[in-house]
């Protein structure tokens, strides 16, 4: 009976409206969150702070997606597809208000927390509803078009964001965010419908607490690196926190009768190979995102507006890509999207890590470009492929798994990268006579960026390897498990 009336409520599904509305504040989410990145030269002038500070702005939001993600696993199965959707996007309203009115670095560092609740519950369950509404043998076009919609909005956010900051201020990013976050809400407030079956499990505080210390120990100690070096005891601290409080959560999970995250995911091969291929694209994404509109900026002297047009072709060809990676994946599987797309990230890191202050734009151009082709060759066939191997009632973990340890590795990528930068402009200002000189500055940012691109470029040697032992996952187990 349970049975039949789920199939019914299935039928009655508009999935095309619901898709919309995901897609509507998912770009918009992402949209504030990378038009943000343009404008950190400014407002490390205009706070007086340093860069290892001013990447709290990403970290900082990464730590609290980090912290809450896991947490949603468990609020997918305690509140509906709607009153999370408006959950998400109150938050988002909320922070992006805050931001647009922020007058200090403070003020802007709670908005972007605000704003990271909302995306941070946002980000699982649109995964979710996606795995729920959609069979398995559409769900790579699905997950193409909304790689067209959401990449779209990073690749026009700098862009965007830099004429904003030229003839405005950077709070126009967020005053220009709200009108679109408002008709998000209400589009899906009239259209929004309840897809997933609430069971409420025990909430358990000592795994919620664990999964916080766990999550937010490591995100907080590779952020803080940044600043105070690895040898700082803060560091130090936090990460054996992290470390420890993790093991104890893992532990906890497999004694548990309804753990807050099932970590049986991970007896499935292609879901683990997937997630750490998907960690190491999601550390060279947001990484890189970071460090070239500082060196766009610092090394090679570009205004915001420039460099955001420098950075908008590697976006938009991103997304473009989606769609029709998205159906290759369909018809053949990850293993020859994933290689080639590693191949691709590798000899474009390493050409990245030879630029220099001469470097030309259409240079910059073209390697960002190719960089963003690699990627989305990666990281939709990769992520879904893991996630199809699951079963249904393995969905909300795995997605709370999937979206977690993205948000873990870009803080993580991001902080080994501003430090590795960071290290190498002290190092090249040891034998410089004049440090306060421009043209110094540039060159000692330059050599930094191309110490970071080589950390990226290890990466991506390490991802390839991996990408050799994924097989097409899903298809039968899926259909069994109907």
């Known amino acids: 009976m349970a049975a039949s009336t789920a199939a019914k409520q299935q039928e009655n599904v508009k999935t095309t409206p619901i898709l919309i509305s995901f897609l509507i504040a998912g770009f918009i989410g992402l949209f504030s969150?990378?038009?943000?990145?343009?404008?950190?030269?400014?407002?490390?002038?205009?706070?007086?702070?340093?860069?290892?500070?001013?990447?709290?702005?990403?970290?900082?939001?990464l730590l609290t997606l980090g912290i809450l993600v896991p947490v949603t696993g468990l609020l997918l199965q305690w509140y509906s597809t709607r009153q999370?959707?408006?959950?998400?996007?109150?938050?988002?309203?909320?922070?992006?208000?805050?931001?647009?009115?922020?007058?200090?670095?403070?003020?802007?560092?709670?908005?972007?927390?605000?704003?990271a609740l909302g995306t941070g519950l946002l980000l699982p369950l649109m995964f979710n509803t996606i795995l729920l509404i959609f069979p398995i043998h559409r769900r790579g076009a699905i997950m193409g078009l909304m790689g067209l919609v959401i990449m779209f909005a990073p690749a026009i956010g700098p862009t965007i964001s830099g004429l904003l900051i030229e003839n405005l201020t950077w709070h126009w990013i967020f005053?220009?965010?709200?009108?679109?976050?408002?008709?998000?809400?209400?589009?899906?407030?009239?259209?929004?419908?309840?897809v997933s079956t609430i069971t409420k499990p025990k909430i358990d505080a000592i795994s919620v607490v664990l999964s916080s210390l766990g999550f937010g120990g490591i995100v907080y100690g590779f952020s803080t690196a940044g600043e105070d070096g690895w040898s700082s005891s803060i560091v130090m601290i936090a990460l054996a926190v992290g470390c420890v409080a993790l093991v104890l959560f893992s532990l906890r999970q497999f004694k548990m009768e309804r753990p807050m995250?099932?970590?049986?995911?991970?007896?499935?091969?292609?879901?683990?190979?997937?997630?750490?291929?998907?960690?190491?694209?999601?550390?060279?994404?947001?990484?890189?995102?970071?460090?070239?509109p500082l060196y766009l900026q610092t090394g090679l002297g570009l205004a915001a507006f420039t460099a955001g047009l420098v950075l908008l072709p590697g976006g938009v060809l991103n997304g473009l890509m989606s769609p029709?990676?998205?159906?290759?994946?369909?018809?053949?599987?990850?293993?020859?999207?994933?290689?080639?797309?590693?191949?691709?990230?590798?000899?474009?890191?390493?050409?990245?890590?030879?630029?220099?202050?001469?470097?030309?734009?259409?240079?910059?151009?073209?390697?960002?470009s190719l960089l963003m082709i690699g990627i989305s060759l990666i990281m939709m066939p990769a992520q879904t492929n893991g996630l199809n191997q699951l079963p249904k009632n393995l969905y909300p973990d795995g997605t709370a798994l999937m979206n977690t340890l993205q948000q873990v590795s870009g803080a993580i990528g991001t902080?080994?990268?501003?430090?590795?930068?960071?290290?190498?402009?002290?190092?090249?200002?040891?034998?410089?006579?004049d440090p306060t000189d421009p043209s110094v500055i540039g060159e000692a940012l330059t050599a930094g960026v191309q110490n970071a691109f080589?950390?990226?470029?290890?990466?991506?040697?390490i991802g390839l390897v991996l990408a050799f032992f994924l097989k097409t996952a899903g298809f039968k187990q899926a259909e069994s498990n109907k």
């Open 33 to 61: 969150e990378t038009a943000l990145n343009m404008a950190l030269g400014d407002l490390i002038q205009q706070f007086n702070v340093g860069s290892a500070t001013i990447q709290w702005l990403t970290t900082g939001y």
């Open 84 to 115: 999370l959707f408006m959950a998400a996007l109150l938050f988002s309203i909320i922070g992006t208000l805050i931001a647009a009115l922020a007058p200090s670095f403070s003020i802007l560092m709670v908005a972007r927390v605000v704003q």
């Open 175 to 194: 005053w220009l965010s709200l009108p679109f976050l408002v008709f998000a809400l209400f589009f899906g407030m009239v259209y929004m419908q309840n």
């Open 454 to 461: 080589t950390f990226g470029w290890i990466l991506a040697v």
């Open 415 to 433: 902080a080994v990268a501003i430090t590795i930068m960071s290290s190498a402009q002290l190092d090249f200002m040891k034998n410089v006579k």
């Open 324 to 368: 029709l990676t998205g159906r290759i994946f369909d018809k053949y599987g990850p293993k020859g999207l994933v290689i080639p797309g590693f191949i691709l990230v590798i000899v474009t890191l390493w050409s990245l890590s030879r630029v220099t202050t001469e470097t030309s734009m259409l240079a910059v151009i073209v390697m960002h």
């Open 261 to 292: 995250i099932d970590l049986r995911v991970f007896k499935y091969p292609m879901f683990t190979l997937g997630l750490f291929i998907v960690f190491i694209a999601f550390m060279v994404i947001l990484s890189s995102a970071i460090l070239l």
